[in-house]
């Protein structure tokens, strides 16, 4: 019997970790644009809203363990927590409302969620 309480904690962790996953392969789709909402996000727009998360992780909770952002390929955004693990789906909802409120030199930034064409 003592084995299936063992057990019963493996499973536990395992679909914890599949959970995470889960949130992690989420966090991956989203596009960084500048004001014309066409263009990708330059380095300067990107450093804004690291600037404003730097802010921001005193005043919104889902933003107190993100570490930053980052500029992929064709204006993809990643966003990174303090462990190195991809944020949160309430992690990147925080910096999604953060954006357009970035003060940047480059006008606004918007931040959008790609739809995986490969799912029906």
Avoid: F, Y
């Avoid at 921001?56 to 980052?70: D, T």
């Avoid at 064709?74 to 910096?95: F, I, K, R, W, Y």
């Amino acid at each position: 019997m003592r084995g299936n309480g063992w057990t019963a904690a493996a499973a536990l962790l395992v679909g914890a970790g599949l959970l995470a996953m889960g949130q992690q392969a989420r966090a991956a789709g989203l596009k960084c644009t500048g004001p014309d909402g066409k263009s990708a996000c330059t380095a300067q727009q990107v450093a804004d809203l690291n600037q404003g998360i730097l802010v921001g992780r005193r005043m919104h909770q889902p933003l107190a363990m993100v570490k930053g952002v980052s500029l992929g390929r064709n204006g993809s955004l990643m966003c990174t927590q303090m462990n190195g693990s991809a944020c949160t789906e309430d992690q990147l909802s925080a910096v999604m409302a953060l954006a357009p409120s970035t003060h940047s030199s480059g006008g606004t930034i918007h931040i959008v969620r790609e739809v995986d064409r490969a799912s029906p």
